[in-house]
C-alpha cells in the first residue's frame, strides 16, 4: 500500500510538472521559519480532516472548498508589504505564513489546498510536498539558485503557467473582454525595485532587466483579458468561493494591482485577502463590486478557478 501511495504521487508530480516545475528544493535556498511551518503544518492538519470528514459523511470537498479552509485559517495575520523582497539578500524562496502581502496569502491558500487535495493523510511529506509546490509556482526554473529574474512577478504568467492544471481562467467564461494594457511596467519603471536599479543589491541587474523584458514580451504575445467594472454584476452570479480574483489595474504597464479569495456567505459575494488597509488579512467589509467601483484605478477583475 504504501510503495502504491508514492507512486501516485511520483506520477502526480511528473503530471504537475509538465506545465509547473518542482525541481529540488534545498535548505540552504529556502526561507521558511519553524513558526511558519507550524503554522502550515496545522492548517494541513486541519484540510485533511475535514476532507476525512466530508468522505465518511459522503461529500466531496473540492479544491475550492479547501482554499477558503486555509484562507479562514489565516484570518488576522499581519499584512507587511513586500513580504518577499524585504530585507533581499539574493533570491531565496521565502515562505511566511505568520506574515503575508496579498499574493503571497493567495499562493500559499492555493498550494495548502492542492496538497491536501493529493495526499491522503497528514505528514513531512505534505510539508514538503507544499514546499516544493511554492515552489513550482514561484519560480519558472527549477532551481535551487534562482535569480530575481527567474521568479514569476506579474500575476497573468502566475495563471497562464498553472492553465488547465491547477487552475482554469474564467474571464472570458463570465463576459470578459481583451484589453490593450501590455505589460511593461517593471522595465519601464526600474527604480520600482532596488533588484533593477541598484548594483550594490544585485550584481546581475543589467542581466536580470534585460530577462524581464523578455517576459514582458512573452506576456504580450497572448491578449489579455478582464471583466470590465460594469461586467461584474452578472459575473458575479456564476463566481465561487474559492475562485481566485485578480483586480485588473487601468495603470499602464501593469497587469494586476491586488489578489484575494472569493468567499460567498448568503448570498453576499465577498473576499478574503492581505489587505494593506487593515493591516491583515481580513474578510473584507466591502463585495467584489463595491471594492472595484471605489477604486479610481482599478478597471474590472480576472476570475481564476482551483481544479
Known amino acids: 500500500m504504501k510503495r502504491i501511495f508514492f507512486a501516485s504521487i511520483v506520477i502526480f508530480l511528473a503530471f504537475f510538472s509538465s506545465s509547473v516545475r518542482l525541481g529540488a528544493v534545498e535548505g540552504e535556498n529556502v526561507v521558511f521559519p519553524e513558526q511558519d511551518r507550524t503554522v502550515a503544518r496545522k492548517v494541513l492538519t486541519l484540510l485533511h480532516k475535514e476532507k476525512q470528514k466530508a468522505a465518511e459523511e459522503g461529500r466531496n470537498l473540492t479544491s475550492s472548498d479547501l482554499v477558503v479552509m486555509a484562507a479562514r485559517q489565516l484570518l488576522g495575520t499581519p499584512y507587511v508589504a513586500s513580504t518577499l523582497d524585504s530585507d533581499w539578500k539574493g533570491e531565496e524562496l521565502r515562505i511566511f505564513l505568520t506574515e503575508t502581502d496579498c499574493i503571497l496569502f493567495v499562493e500559499s491558500c492555493l498550494n495548502l489546498a492542492l496538497t491536501v487535495s493529493q495526499m491522503k493523510e497528514p505528514s513531512e511529506e505534505s510539508l ?125 504597464g501593469l497587469d494586476i494591482a491586488h489578489v ?26 466591502k463585495t467584489i463590486f463595491e471594492y472595484v467601483s471605489a477604486s479610481h484605478n482599478l478597471s474590472g477583475i480576472k476570475v481564476v478557478r482551483p481544479l
Not at 539558485?145 to 500575476?155: G, M, P
Open 128 to 252: 514538503d510536498m507544499f514546499v516544493s509546490r511554492m515552489a513550482g509556482t514561484r519560480y519558472r526554473t527549477p532551481g535551487p539558485e534562482w535569480s530575481y529574474s527567474d521568479r514569476v512577478h506579474y500575476t497573468t504568467e502566475w495563471i497562464r503557467r498553472q492553465e488547465g492544471v491547477t487552475l482554469k481562467d474564467m474571464t472570458m467564461d463570465l463576459g470578459g473582454k481583451v484589453i490593450d494594457n501590455p505589460v511593461r511596467f517593471m522595465s519601464s519603471h526600474p527604480d520600482s525595485y532596488p533588484q533593477l536599479s541598484d548594483k550594490s543589491v544585485n550584481p546581475s541587474l543589467s542581466k536580470d532587466l534585460d530577462a524581464i523584458r523578455k517576459v514582458e514580451d512573452r506576456i504580450n504575445q497572448e491578449p489579455l483579458t478582464a471583466i470590465l467594472t460594469e461586467d461584474i454584476p452578472e459575473a458575479i452570479k456564476e463566481i465561487r468561493s474559492g475562485d481566485i480574483i485578480c483586480f485588473v489595474t487601468s495603470v499602464e
Open 260 to 285: 484575494a479569495i472569493a468567499f460567498i456567505y448568503e448570498g453576499r459575494v465577498g473576499f478574503i485577502h492581505a489587505s494593506s488597509k487593515e493591516k491583515k488579512v481580513v474578510t473584507d467589509a
